[in-house]
């Protein structure tokens, strides 16, 4: 099976082709890939998700798959959410959104959070599958860590016992909210014999 991945991120499709890859799918690169842009603004990671494989799939004549993927603030009444890559704005950076969450955040005793990442893969002929994956975590007062991007080096994973951005990429794989997602798609994978 030929999948395209509807994502620039290269650490993304990074972590989607270690998981899926194995399974013996072949993952379209990304300069063979057409890229298309799609807006974002279903209320839901699902809703986002699902949009962008759809037209993916269109596009590219092949399978596709997408996620949408953010993090959650209980305090902040699941915020950022679905506007996790542009909290503090359109073309804002990590380092914008970061510094967003940690004012949002000022004086707060409350950092309860949770990533949320939604998958959907679409066929061509409309054939589909999702799945969905969550970590549970807390959000500490100044960042730390060099690797991941996004929130990584505010998230502390207490499964891990260290934020994102300290763990390495296979640690970090092992729990979050992303590996868990694929995990589970590849289980859908095998079980619906699409592959």
Do not use: W
């Amino acid at each position: 099976m030929k999948l395209v991945v509807a994502s620039n991120n290269a650490k993304k499709r990074k972590e989607i082709a270690a998981i899926l890859g194995s399974l013996g799918i072949e993952i379209v690169p990304v300069e063979q890939t057409v890229f298309i842009e799609v807006e974002e603004n279903a209320d839901s990671f699902a809703g986002n998700a699902r949009k962008k494989a759809e037209a993916f799939a269109a596009a590219n004549g092949c399978a596709a798959l997408a996620d949408d993927s953010g993090l959650c603030v209980d305090v902040l009444g699941g915020a950022p959410g679905v506007y996790s890559s542009r909290f503090a704005g359109g073309n804002a950076s990590d380092t914008d959104n970061n510094a967003k969450l940690l004012e949002a955040l000022n004086g707060t005793e409350d950092r309860a959070a949770h990533f949320a990442c939604a998958l959907y893969l679409c066929q061509p002929d409309g054939d589909s599958l999702s799945a969905e994956g969550r970590v549970e975590g807390f959000i500490r007062r100044a960042p730390s860590g060099e690797s991941g991007f996004g929130y990584d080096p505010l998230f502390f994973c207490p499964e891990l016992g260290k934020v994102f951005a300290e763990a390495s990429a296979e640690e970090k794989a092992s729990v979050s909210h992303r590996g868990r997602a694929l995990r589970i798609m590849a289980e859908r994978l095998k079980a619906d014999a699409i592959i």
